[in-house]
């Protein structure tokens, strides 16, 4: 559960089609650069699979729980949780039935977790479209989300125990993530700290557990499956800080959101709190961070002393520090064309901020 998701909050693909994702699509999607064509046919060839589960799973008798459930599904988004799921599983068996149905389960729990953030965040579109909240209403789009967690869990639970418990300590994380975010450090806690282990939990857990079941469901070892892992979880919290910079430093991306939306809200993203350090509590700035900024005026006067701000590139500095940290992780994997993948979506983390 995120306040704003690093990776949903992209600006979307086109609506992939009821066969999956185009190989253009494959190519665009966050940094991925696929030089191996037999590479792309597999990927895409997986995320067809994947859609078509995805679309039956979110289907109901009841037409207006169908309409619901589906809405999301249907409005696409970069579905970069399986996709990396079925690009872990390159250093093995591939595309296997289990791998299929593991990535479509970690998408079922993202596309659940957006439902609530959503009401969470009183948004009003994702992904181009009205939210499920704006559409209905809040009751609705939290019994949605729970719908999609309910069939995420049948789905894992056919994959065995130990998938089981895996989602299960995945939930536990990205609730835990989420309530700690929105109580705030304690007295006695750095924020930056704070800030950094709350979005290694909300948003790098998911991704995390991704590469963990790509490895795990196509028969890679134990010390390749745990790489995929760590380095799931360092890019999950890496996105999430280029987000950060990206939301200041180019405040006009299509992100499918209304621009300024953490300042409105009061919520403080890695630069601010570098920048608010920076001022030790006297300043300007201190002053319009000290809430939620109402006023369109205070939203741009913020913005602006932002990018003037230590802040900004320190943020910067920290997120080529995650990036080098993922590209480290892929050591102990096989040189191929997924790893060259893996490697390029690392270089993209740093890339898509200039």
């Not at 699979?49 to 589906?70: G, I, K, N, Q």
């Not at 977790?113 to 994702?126: G, I």
């Not at 995420?152 to 609730?175: K, M, N």
């Not at 350090?277 to 932002?306: M, N, S």
Request: charged share 25%; glycine share 8%.
């Amino acid at each position: 559960m995120t306040t704003k998701d690093s990776i949903s909050s992209d600006p979307p693909i086109a609506d992939p089609p009821a066969a999956g994702l185009s190989i253009t699509d494959l190519r665009s999607t966050v940094g991925l650069e696929f030089g191996d064509t037999a590479l792309v046919e597999a990927i895409a060839g997986g995320m067809a699979e994947v859609e078509a589960m995805l679309r039956e799973v979110a289907r109901s008798d009841v037409a207006f729980v169908d309409e619901a459930a589906s809405h999301l599904v249907q409005a696409g988004g970069k579905r970069f949780r399986p996709l990396f799921t079925l690009l872990a599983a390159q250093f093995a068996d591939g595309c296997t039935k289990d791998v299929v149905t593991a990535a479509a389960a970690v998408e079922l729990v993202h596309l659940a977790t957006l439902y609530h953030d959503d009401v969470m965040d009183e948004a009003t579109m994702r992904r181009g479209a009205d939210s499920v909240n704006a559409r209905w209403d809040n009751t609705i789009a939290i019994l949605t989300g729970d719908f999609l967690f309910a069939h995420a869990s049948r789905l894992v639970s056919d994959l065995g125990t130990d998938a089981a418990r895996i989602i299960a300590e995945t939930f536990g994380e990205l609730v835990t993530g989420q309530m700690r975010e929105t109580v705030g450090p304690a007295a006695d806690e750095d924020p930056v700290e704070h800030y950094l282990s709350v979005i290694d939990q909300k948003t790098g857990s998911l991704i995390a557990t991704s590469g963990r079941y790509g490895g795990m469901f196509s028969g890679a070892d134990a010390a390749q499956t745990d790489a995929l892992y760590r380095y799931g979880k360092i890019v999950g919290a890496a996105f999430q800080i280029s987000d950060d910079v990206i939301d200041i430093a180019s405040p006009a991306t299509e992100s499918g959101k209304t621009q300024g939306t953490d300042l409105r809200e009061g919520v403080r993203t890695l630069p601010m709190l570098y920048a608010l350090a920076e001022e030790g509590g006297q300043g300007r700035l201190t002053d319009l961070l000290a809430g939620p900024i109402t006023d369109d005026a205070e939203v741009d006067e913020a913005l602006a002393l932002l990018r003037d701000s230590q802040g900004l590139k320190r943020a910067r500095v920290t997120l080529a520090d995650y990036a080098e940290q993922a590209r480290a992780e892929l050591a102990v994997l096989p040189e191929c064309s997924a790893r060259q993948a893996l490697y390029a979506m690392a270089d993209h983390l740093v890339a898509r901020t200039h």
